[in-house]
Nanobody, 123 residues
Framework: VQLQASGGGLVQTGDSLRLSCAASGGPLSAYPMGWFRQVPGKEREFIAAITGTSVSSYYADSVKGRFTISRDNAKNTAYLQMSSLKPEDTAVYYC?????????????????WGQGTLVTVSS
C-alpha cells in the first residue's frame, strides 16, 4: 500500500490542525495505521496508532488528550486531529501502515510509509 500524508502547515500555539493519510494500491482497512513524528537530529517518535476496525487506539504520553487518531476505511484515509498545539509539536509527521499487525502498538510493526508533512507551531 502506498501512503500520502498531507495537511501540515504553520500554526500558532493553541491552534488545531488535521493531518490526512490517503492510501492507494490496497485496502487501508487491512492494516493498523500509525502516526510518527521526527525533529531533525532526534529519533523518530511513535505518537499514535489505530487498529484496522478502529476498535482500539494508542497514544504516546506526549500527545495523549490533545491528539486523536481516526480512520475512514471507505475513503481509504487515516487522520490525525491535533489540538492545543505547542511549539514542541513542531516536526515532520509521517503516517505508516503496520505489516506486523499483531504488534500495532509498537513502532517496529510499521513498514509502509508515506512522505512526511511538516507541522510548525509558532510561539
Amino acid at each position: 500500500v502506498q501512503l500520502q500524508a498531507s495537511g501540515g502547515g504553520l500554526v500558532q500555539t493553541g491552534d488545531s490542525l488535521r493531518l490526512s493519510c490517503a492510501a492507494s494500491g490496497g485496502p487501508l482497512s487491512a492494516y493498523p495505521m500509525g502516526w510518527f513524528r521526527q525533529v531533525p537530529g532526534k529519533e523518530r517518535e511513535f505518537i499514535a496508532a489505530i487498529t484496522g476496525t478502529s476498535v482500539s487506539s494508542y497514544y504516546a504520553d506526549s500527545v495523549k488528550g490533545r491528539f486523536t487518531i481516526s480512520r475512514d476505511n471507505a475513503k481509504n484515509t487515516a487522520y490525525l486531529q491535533m489540538s492545543s498545539l505547542k511549539p514542541e509539536d513542531t516536526a515532520v509527521y509521517y503516517c505508516a501502515a503496520a505489516g506486523k499487525r499483531s504488534m500495532w502498538k509498537q513502532g517496529d510493526a510499521y513498514d509502509s510509509w508515506g512522505q512526511g508533512t511538516l507541522v510548525t507551531v509558532s510561539s
